[in-house]
């Protein structure tokens, strides 16, 4: 698939990468800012590990967070775009190869994805 | 170092890890290896958190170069998706197991494999050589055999080894999920050593992987809360602007000193994590 043949799937997938990224710091700039100017004159603690509370780890959470304008909510929500960027590269690969018919390489991208969200839900 | 506000320590981590994120594409090794010591050795932060900042920026960065790489035709995507089921198995479990694996253990396996990556840094990119020993039956079932661009034309090669090549990947994936890295290395030496794909197909088409691989791990991390959104911004950031100007300015700089420069300070980097991880004051 490295030939012609393939060249328009590649340019594809080229370019959403680009744009999720894109996205993605986007979004950590805004939450950046927002929790900077509420938050950066306080002591950081980051030497013990306590883990993130809900509202930062699961998807539900972090939406909620950024209806309520919640900084560090945004950030998060950057940071699950950035996530899902290669994540949709996955589907939108699997759609190539189902539009050229190569039915193996449609299951191996399904198991990719299917792995890839099972890493997303592990978690709760 | 401790600072004393959060808005200090956010422009110093930013700067330091701008600086990862140039050395990082400068030597395409990635910044994860440069980062992560950084963040636990000079700024006491603790490694899982390091962890998931780090793994959220090998994402940015393999997803910007990625783009840029898959244009050009030298990416086999048919290889990288299937070796992909290897990473993501292997990222998963390594994310799982470093939920229960020691503090210190983590650093004492980080430390060796920098040491590692510092040695293969080292060593000159091997010459490509044609398929001698035959097509594989699983690489003709899969179809990986591909071509890719080669003085004006296109150059067929074909892929040796695909069981061996896998299960390296597979252990590729634990080491990015457990340590936080892309290991870039590792999947390179797969690709290139194992599997005898062409030099510049296998560092491309590792690239491509990575970002699958560390978003495997990176999910499963931000799912546990080890990924704290105020460390993790100026880290993607820093890593992301890095390397940006780093692959711009990559054709200026000579490539071999700037190699052995890396080598050492991962070396160094290296016995710091080691010896504090011995010492337990990691």
């Not at chain 1, 894109?22 to 509420?38: C, D, E, N, P, T």
């Not at chain 1, 930062?56 to 967070?65: D, E, F, K, P, S």
């Not at chain 2, 799982?96 to 840094?121: D, E, K, P, Q």
């Not at chain 2, 992301?240 to 052995?260: F, V």
Request: proline share 3%; aromatic share 8%; with cysteine.
């Amino acid at each position: 698939m490295t030939g012609s043949r393939g060249h328009s799937l590649e340019v594809r997938l080229g370019g959403l990468l680009r744009t999720g990224v894109l996205l993605a710091a986007l979004f950590v700039i805004a939450g950046g800012s927002v929790y900077l100017v509420r938050h950066g004159g306080e002591q950081p603690s980051y030497g013990h590990f306590e883990g993130e509370p809900a509202a930062y780890r699961t998807v539900a959470g972090i939406l909620q967070g950024v209806v309520n304008l919640s900084g560090r909510a945004i950030i998060q929500f950057g940071l699950l775009v950035l996530i899902a960027t290669p994540i949709a590269r996955v589907a939108t690969a699997g759609f190539g190869f189902a539009r050229r018919r190569d039915w193996t390489y449609v299951v191996i991208c399904s198991v990719v994805l299917a792995l890839l969200l099972y890493g997303l839900v592990s978690g709760k | 170092m401790h600072p004393s506000t959060i808005l200090v320590l956010t422009l110093l981590v930013g700067s330091g890890s701008f600086l990862a994120g140039l050395l990082g594409s400068m030597t395409g090794l990635g910044g994860g290896v440069v980062l992560i010591p950084m963040l636990t050795l000079l700024f006491g932060v603790d490694i899982h958190y390091a962890i998931g900042a780090s793994l959220v920026s090998v994402i940015a960065t393999s997803s910007g170069a990625a783009a840029a790489y898959v244009r050009e035709g030298f990416t086999n995507i048919r290889v990288g998706m299937f070796l992909e089921i290897a990473t993501s198995l292997g990222a998963i479990g390594g994310a799982l197991l470093a939920a229960s694996v020691n503090t210190r253990w983590i650093g004492l396996i980080f430390g060796v494999v920098l040491l590692h990556s510092a040695y293969m840094s080292l060593r000159p990119p091997p010459r490509d050589v044609d398929g001698a020993n035959g097509p594989s039956r699983l690489a003709k079932a899969l179809s990986l055999d591909g071509e890719y661009p080669y003085e004006g034309g296109m150059r067929q090669y074909q892929v040796q080894s695909v069981g061996a090549g896998f299960a390296l990947m597979g252990l590729a994936g634990v080491l990015s999920g457990l340590l936080g890295i892309g290991s870039g290395a590792f999947k390179v030496l797969a690709m290139d050593r194992v599997m005898k794909l062409p030099f510049k197909v296998s560092t491309t088409t590792s690239n491509f992987m990575i970002g699958v691989t560390a978003a495997a791990s990176a999910s499963v991390y931000l799912g546990r809360g080890y990924v704290d959104p105020g460390l993790s911004m100026p880290v993607m950031l820093g890593v992301l602007a890095g390397s940006l100007l780093g692959a711009k300015i990559l054709a200026h700089a000579p490539a071999r000193k700037l190699r052995m420069l890396f080598a050492a300070v991962i070396g160094f980097l290296a016995i710091q994590m080691i010896y504090n991880s011995l010492r337990g004051t990691l």
